[in-house]
């Protein structure tokens, strides 16, 4: 017990009596006890107490990577569905190509039309 042994025990035993006296003895080993008890009952709650903390710190640095996990989901979603962007390269692609149009006159605009050409047939009657 405490790292005493039988000897150290029987002195405290010895020295206690002298100094208290037979009376007094049974009520000093009572609260003796008492702070015993009340010692590891503390001891108990403080380390039921650093054990809940440790919990709660794993828990929030999980959260925190879960957390990390997606706002970096989010800034590839993002990155992925820039609209806006895509709508802005595209009306610049289209005003480069309305330049180069513009700036070579040698195109020119055709007609497009959908009409049935006449057979070779109707063309060969009329001669």
Request: charged share 35%; glycine share 4%.
């Amino acid at each position: 017990m405490f790292g005493m042994g039988f000897t150290e025990i029987v002195i405290i035993l010895v020295i206690a009596i002298l100094f208290l006296g037979p009376d007094k003895l049974p009520s000093a080993m009572v609260d003796i006890a008492k702070f015993f008890r009340q010692m590891k009952k503390t001891v108990g709650t403080m380390k039921d107490t650093l054990e809940e903390e440790m919990n709660v710190s794993e828990i929030k640095q999980e959260a925190l990577e879960y957390k990390k996990q997606l706002l970096d989901a989010q800034d590839e979603i993002q990155k992925v569905t820039n609209i806006p962007d895509i709508g802005a390269k595209l009306t610049d692609l289209t005003d480069d190509i309305i330049g180069d149009i513009e700036k070579n006159p040698e195109v020119k605009e055709e007609k497009v039309t959908f009409k049935k050409k006449k057979k070779q047939e109707d063309d060969t009657k009329d001669v």
